[in-house]
């Protein structure tokens, strides 16, 4: 067993703790410490385990150290309210920074208008400072330390989180930690550097002098972007050799076999925590452990590093929570959430990809079984975490339906991911949806999708053909999904424009950096002119906004759906209309959905969830209710129970 760094004297002296804030240290280190020992234990113990322990904990004593005193604050008032993530008063928006209000020292400006949302977490999508030309949306990073200069400097972005954090709004900002850009400082200095130190770099990414590992590699890997990244190594002519490229050639994927990697992105996930940042949104966590003969995705060395991560972010910083973005199958999904030795040890947060899909597959099947089946068979979260649900973001969308699931309902899952594809892409017959085909696979035949929510809703080829019924039922199905994403528990997320009903945007096309990449037809920039009408009932943008702002509040004031109330969905006896009741002791809430364009019956005869009552009421419009009930096209209605 290594030597323990738990007293202060074991940290460096140039630390200048004093002896209050070493003690508070000592107490939060000697509380996790099994949490750090056992991942790190794991990960590396054929190095020096003691050497590397003592490198990671200084790297948080370093962060804890140089924490300004608002934010030791802001931990302490996290510490006294875990679940301050979990309540069903907070709710989520995403934007890119310059398509929102342009400018970090210009989004203060904008801050009425999310508060009207009810907005109290706001993901900025990538600000750090990208590669410059194609840079997969801000995704392939140069400086982890500096932000992209087209938004602002590093002060205006804590400058930024200050206010932010003033106005009851946390602040989300992404970290690419399973690879840099090829430009970054390491990877330069992995290529160029003729030093021992300079080629120290080489050991942070994955470099082949030939084909022969690649090749066996590639043996069990999928491509992600197979129409304009094909393959996952890339030849680098400066030293003759072949480097990992999961996704595109300038993006190099980290080794984190290599400690110091995990030292080195430790130390950049406090950084940002210094910087005002409350939620670290790990970006492609799927992929950072490679196994020969695997998928190289969701291997438990990747769970292990997240593991890290949070027991040591926790010791710098507990007023900071991770999230994992794993856009995975459902039985891959959970365990990112903490499972076995781990629960409650992994991330705080993870997007509920799986609940996103079954959504947009109930609404083009009007049917609620797959739904229903695909959350019943999802395991159980740990009670201190919390899903993020969302109906679209700024990616695409993928077909996670697996094939266990869909038989489980009498579907053939290859046929049904095609179904959805057509049917969402407008070639399927009947099909209201307008979007476009992302990265088709021709070996799987695998099809993603491209779209804004109010597109795929079918607002976009209503308003086209000038049917005004239509746009009537296309409104109606928007309402429907944001509702159920707000309904279920945890974070609901409002992607930038959904809120007022924006369409696809074909104007990427115009950008030679862009028009390869069809997602940027749902990353619309703001229509500020459309926004004005969000207040005028007649106006599309009035009746989304309204009714999105209506479904805000109502769940904003019933703590029934705190992420902690267990969630079940249920059969009640029309497949046609998905139910599902969240129940516990504070409180209940069944949510009825009629997902297809005709009226639909449900009977809640019977229905003793409840307990005793004498009477039911819906949540969002307060009218009392039968127990026989008619929903009207693509009605939602949140029945709660009347003492």
């Known amino acids: 067993m290594p030597a323990i760094p738990r007293a202060h004297h074991d940290l460096p002296e140039w630390l200048d703790l ?79 920074t310059d398509r929102f209000s342009g ?58 989180a200050t206010t932010l954090r003033g106005r009851g709004v946390s602040l989300v900002v992404d970290l690419v930690c399973n690879h840099t850009a090829r ?67 300038y993006q190099w994927d980290l080794n984190y076999a290599n400690p110091r990697v995990l030292e080195e992105m430790l130390d950049v996930i406090c950084y940002l925590g210094n910087a005002g940042v409350e939620v670290v949104r790990l970006d492609a966590v799927a992929f950072m452990w490679k196994r020969l003969g695997t998928t190289c995705q969701n291997q438990p060395e990747a769970h292990l590093i997240l593991q890290a991560f949070r027991a040591l972010t926790r010791l710098a910083m507990p007023g900071v929570i991770l999230l994992a973005e794993a856009i995975v199958s459902p039985e891959d999904l959970v365990p990112y959430l903490g499972q076995g030795a781990a629960t409650a040890k992994e991330c705080e947060l993870a997007y509920h990809n799986v609940y996103m899909v079954a959504l947009w597959s ?31 973001l700024h990616d695409d969308i993928g077909w996670a339906v697996t094939d266990d699931n ?5 579907l053939d899952g290859f046929w049904h991911r095609s179904f959805l594809s057509d ?21 799987t035949r695998d099809r993603r999708i491209s779209g804004t929510l109010a597109s795929l809703c079918g607002l976009e080829r209503a308003q086209a053909e000038g049917d005004e019924a ?70 599309v943008e009035g009746q989304v906004f309204g009714g999105l702002q209506r479904l805000v509040r109502t769940r ?25 009741l969240r129940t516990g002791p504070r409180g209940h809430v069944l949510a009825l959905a009629n997902l297809t364009a005709s009226p639909q019956h449900v009977s809640l005869h019977g229905f003793d969830r409840f307990g005793p009552l004498s009477g039911l009421r819906d949540a969002i419009t307060g009218d009392d209710l039968w127990w026989e009930l008619t929903l009207e096209p693509y009605q939602q209605r949140w029945v709660t129970p009347t003492p």
């Open 18 to 96: 004093s002896p209050l804030e070493q003690q508070i240290f000592d107490v939060r280190l000697e509380a996790l410490w099994a949490d750090v020992l056992r991942p790190v234990a794991e990960l590396y113990g054929e190095h020096d385990l003691g050497q590397v322990l003592e490198r990671l904990v200084t790297v948080a004593a370093r962060a804890y150290a140089t924490r300004s005193q608002e934010l030791r604050v802001l931990d302490e008032r996290r510490l006294s309210q875990p679940d301050w993530f979990q309540r069903s008063e907070l709710v989520g928006y995403v934007c890119y």
């Open 406 to 410: 869909a038989a489980a309902v009498g």
């Open 470 to 539: 239509a746009v009537d039922l296309a409104i109606r199905r928007i309402l429907l999904v944001q509702g159920l994403v707000l309904v279920l528990g945890g974070v609901p997320l409002i992607y930038m424009g959904d809120e007022i009903g924006l369409l696809n945007d074909h104007s990427y096309l115009a950008d030679p950096a862009l028009a390869e990449d069809n997602r940027w037809i749902h990353r619309p920039a703001m229509d500020w002119v459309a926004a004005e009408r969000r207040h005028d009932p007649t106006t």
């Open 423 to 443: 049917f969402y892409s407008g070639a399927h017959p009947g099909s209201w949806a307008v979007g476009e085909v992302f990265q088709e696979n021709p070996v």
């Open 362 to 392: 109930a609404l083009a099947e009007g049917d609620a079984r797959l739904l229903t089946h695909t959350l019943r068979a999802m395991p159980q979260i740990p009670p201190s975490v919390a899903w993020l649900t969302y109906a679209r």
């Open 183 to 249: 430009e970054h400082e390491w990877a330069r200095r992995a290529v160029t550097g003729t030093t021992p130190e300079d080629l120290a770099y080489r050991d942070y990414y994955f470099f082949y002098p030939d084909r022969e590992q690649p090749d066996r590699w590639e043996a069990s890997l999928p491509e992600v972007f197979p129409d304009f990244a094909p393959g996952n190594f890339t030849w680098v002519p400066e030293i003759r050799q072949w480097v990992w490229t999961t996704f595109n050639d």
């Open 556 to 580: 904003q004031a019933l703590p029934q759906l705190h992420a902690q109330t267990s969630t079940e969905a249920l059969s009640l006896g029309n497949d046609a209309v998905f139910a599902l």
């Open 103 to 160: 400018s970090f020292a210009t989004l203060p400006g904008r801050l009425d208008y999310l508060g009207e949302l009810g907005v109290g977490y706001l993901h900025l999508m990538p600000v750090l400072e990208p590669r410059e030309g194609a840079n997969d949306g801000g995704y392939a990073v140069r400086d982890y330390r500096a932000t992209d200069p087209r938004l602002g400097s590093m002060d205006e972005l804590r400058a930024l």
